[in-house]
């Protein structure tokens, strides 16, 4: 089993930034990708980003390259989102998830493991 937890939402302006956090615990040696997604009201959710664990590879969805950059502290057994220049169309639930199985950009099908979600309010 592997456990996720993040942290780091809150209400935010538009062009604000904001740091994510996602602490992993249990199994880490089974995890081989870690990302990021997100689901507004009414709409499905949406895959942003994914990292390996192990290797150098990420991944990001074209709705945010540019602005948001994942990243990983293996000590720390963290994964992160930074997002600048936030928009009011940013604002969702955030959740990471964990997948032991890669390749990275294939977490919307491989996904194994959630978090319980944190939530970003970007106001116009």
């Known amino acids: 089993q592997v456990q996720l937890v993040e942290s780091g939402g809150g209400l935010v302006q538009a062009g604000d930034s904001l740091r994510l956090s996602c602490v992993a615990s249990?199994?880490?040696?089974?995890?081989?990708?870690l990302g990021w997604f997100r689901q507004a009201p009414g709409k499905e959710r949406e895959f942003l980003s994914a990292l390996s664990w192990i290797y150098s590879d990420t991944y990001y969805a074209d709705s945010v390259r540019g602005r948001f950059t994942i990243s990983r502290d293996n000590a720390k057994n963290t994964l992160y989102l930074q997002m600048n220049t936030l928009k009011p169309e940013d604002t969702a639930v955030y959740y990471c998830?964990?997948?032991?199985?890669?390749?990275?950009?294939?977490?919307?099908?491989?996904?194994?493991?959630w978090g319980q979600g944190t939530q970003v309010t970007v106001s116009s």
């Open positions: 998830a964990a997948a032991g199985t890669g390749p990275i950009s294939a977490l919307p099908v491989a996904a194994e493991y």
């Open positions: 249990g199994r880490m040696s089974y995890v081989y990708t």
